[in-house]
């Protein structure tokens, strides 16, 4: 595991291989080790990076004044990849929607392909009911302090890996607790979460963000999952159609977490979409 240091804080990443870069971008309450079974069969010849978000499951808390609205994310991104000196980077995002708001908000420079996986697009900002219910506790004082002291007792913690909208499985475990417990017990990383989930947007920005992504000029691969509940099966269709070159896969058997329901049949074709582009 790395650190590196940027403007809004630090962010912990682990990267393997050399060659053209891959940047990977997990969702809420998730870290880089969603990635690890899709990485590790992918193949050489790529530099493979892989950050943790301040999405709830970080370890390390932004700085105080970071700006954690849906631009300040996207930004966020940008940083990361000019700090590495990473340029025609390849984007795997999978549940967060970043790459639309990058290309919307002018970050969107350093990319050269995108892989969009069941991930936020058009007016599903924060995604579904579950990601609204969550946006709603978050500006409720007192609620989310409330919800890391529940989420101390580890019944309350099996029983949500065991109900987790984004998975059509149970998490395993270690993963369960590795991504629970910061938030569990990080007033700090509450209060990442908190600014995130309490950014104000308008349609009109919605619309702005949905429209960019006509204007990239680099292939894009839409990955959407058959059995997702919070991310419309229609968006996935829509969205590959939106971007100038850009090519549906739909997965069965899977929720918004393909990375976790079929990481086989995810690594096979981002390996396609790599070695076609």
């Avoid at 499951?57 to 990849?81: E, I, K, N, Y």
Wanted: glycine fraction near 8%; proline fraction near 6%; aromatic fraction near 8%.
């Amino acid at each position: 595991m790395k650190v590196i240091e940027l403007p809004a804080g630090p962010i912990e990443y682990v990267e393997s291989g050399e060659g053209a870069p891959v940047v990977f971008l997990h969702g809420a309450m998730k870290d880089a080790a969603v990635w690890d079974r899709v990485v590790a069969q992918l193949p050489t010849g790529f530099r493979y990076i892989r950050p943790t978000w301040p999405l709830g499951s970080h370890r390390l808390p932004m700085r105080q004044d970071a700006d954690l609205t849906v631009r300040g994310l996207a930004a966020l991104v940008d940083d990361f990849c000019a700090s590495l000196d990473l340029d025609r980077v390849t984007l795997v995002q999978n549940h967060w929607g970043a790459a639309q708001v990058m290309l919307a908000e002018g970050y969107g420079k350093r990319l050269r392909a995108i892989v969009a996986c069941a991930c936020e697009a058009f007016d599903n900002y924060p995604p579904g009911a579950a990601g609204r219910a969550f946006s709603r506790a978050a500006r409720v004082p007192g609620a989310f302090a409330a919800m890391g002291w529940v989420t101390r007792r580890a019944a309350v913690r099996r029983m949500l890996a065991g109900n987790d909208a984004t998975s059509l499985r149970p998490i395993p475990a270690e993963l369960s607790e590795r991504w629970q417990l910061p938030f569990a017990t990080e007033a700090e990383v509450r209060r990442d979460v908190r600014k995130i989930l309490s950014d104000d947007y308008s349609r009109d920005q919605l619309e702005r963000w949905a429209a960019a992504v006509a204007g990239f000029d680099g292939p894009a691969l839409v990955v959407w999952a058959v059995g997702d509940k919070l991310m419309p099966r229609d968006h996935g269709a829509r969205l590959a159609a939106a971007f100038g070159d850009g090519e549906l896969v739909e997965i069965a058997d899977s929720a918004t977490c393909i990375p976790l329901d079929q990481p086989r049949r995810l690594a096979i074709e981002i390996a396609r979409f790599l070695a076609a582009h």
